[in-house]
């Protein structure tokens, strides 16, 4: 080394004191590699990073409703907790990058993944072969699929006694399909199926256990010893079937072998250096006695601390506020898009634009409007790659997708009511000489608004509720912090009334507008005013 620093420098035609000096440096560069042992990297060394890492960031995708490997524990839903969160931190570290975390449903993880929009996703899934058709998969904690019941519920020998009773699992989790599985058994057999309830949150699931609504649900044990506390000894693990293909919670990424190597390598590194033990003592992952979900007298009833405490605290108002000004945004964009669209089909002129215009009015107002979100944040991505981007946010799309969904509506609306303006009133502005400009400015406009405004109220009120669709992307509105707070604590009916409270008021208080309103142009309305002439 010292020879080639040498050789170099005079290659340059370096002077006598730069060749010293490369001389120098060569002798300590030898030295020091001398003294660093064979296969060892020195401290502070560039390590091999996968190719998901982009501009030094670890994106990670995640739904924080699945405690203790991915949950929100305090009342910042943007910062999730638990043993996922945990390894993806320390892979960050050992990457020499910072971490990303999107929170977002379940049902999200894996198109997010596939459109590029984080590079690993880690929220307590099973490895499973049919996941890793598409997706590398590397696994790094050891669970266990239970069958949970009520705590008077008789234990179960096979899968085979659940026959015609109703079992809830969470949507977009494998439970489903490998109870088709079962199913097939059971017909082959000449017996009744297991009859299957899917929703949208684990907490969700567990709750339709709680009131008696199914017999069980399917879960993972580390999840149900995490909340032996929450649930008070209520529920029992009747079931653990011996699936092969269940016992392993694994990070999943796109298909890259090199890429699934190193992430591979990384977790075997977090486990031989005792990084993981450590972090499955701290989330009490170990294995535990069945026992641990014993009886617990804590009392029932409604919580009133639970209560206030949500219906004060800075997440709700914070949700709130996003819920009402996602709502005002895309109602006010709706309505600049509509008008010009209602023009233009009202007006007597035949045009192929009328046609594309009744075609995008159609399209928006057939297609549900969860399914318009989730093309926007799922699928636009993957044809144009400018959308995975961070500057397409969950709030950005959430706006793009009620905007274009709503304006579809308010077209109608603003159509209705320029049509119901009586045509001689036109008539009469052209007479006196008005131009075109002003006819709509002053004669149409007017008796178009008062309506417009009574249908036009109403459709912002029911846009209002469905901002709530948005939690599906991750969006943090009030419907997805009282989901992340519930699947927290489990105290449903406290969350959920606090939540209600904040819709109602913001529900009224528009009611309240529309029949001000609709007071104030009363003086329009031609029936009262012959009424009063009368």
Known sequence: MAALSLLTALQRGFGPRKIGNALFAGVIGTGLALATPTGCRAQGATETVPSFIQDGTLTVCTNPTLPPMTFIQGSDASKPEGMDIDVVRALAQRW???????????????????????????????????????????????????????????ALKSMAELSGKTIAVQAGTSYAARIEHENQALAAAGKDPILIQQYPTEDQVVQQVLIGRV????????????????????????????????????????????DRAILAQSIADLEQDGTLARLRQKWSLSSQAEQALSADESAGGFNWQSFFSALFSAAFLKGAALTLGVALLSHFIAILLSIPMAITLNSHKKSALKWVIKAYVSIFRGAPTLLQLLFIWNALPQFFPIFREQWFTPFLATLVALSINESAYQVEINRAALSAVDGGQELAADALGMKRRQVYRYVIFPQALRIALPPTINEFISLLKTTSLASVISLQELLAITQVQVARTFEFTEYYAAALVYYLAMVFFFLFLQKRVERRFSWADRKKATANAL
Request: proline share 3%; with cysteine; charged share 20%.
């Open 215 to 258: 017999f069980a649900f399917v879960s993972q044990d580390v999840e149900l010893y995490f909340r032996q506390k929450q649930l008070h000894g209520k529920v029992r693990i009747i079931l653990k079937p011996d699936y092969q293909d269940y016992r392993h919670f694994a990070a999943y990424l796109r298909k890259n072998k090199q």
């Open 96 to 154: 020499h990058a910072s971490l990303s975390l999107i929170t977002m449903d379940f049902t999200g993880l894996f198109p997010s993944l596939a459109a590029q929009r984080c590079g690993l996703v880690l929220s307590g899934i099973i490895q499973l072969a049919d996941r890793e058709k598409n997706f590398d998969a590397v696994a790094y904690q050891d669970t266990a699929l239970t069958v949970v019941a009520r705590a008077n519920t008789p």
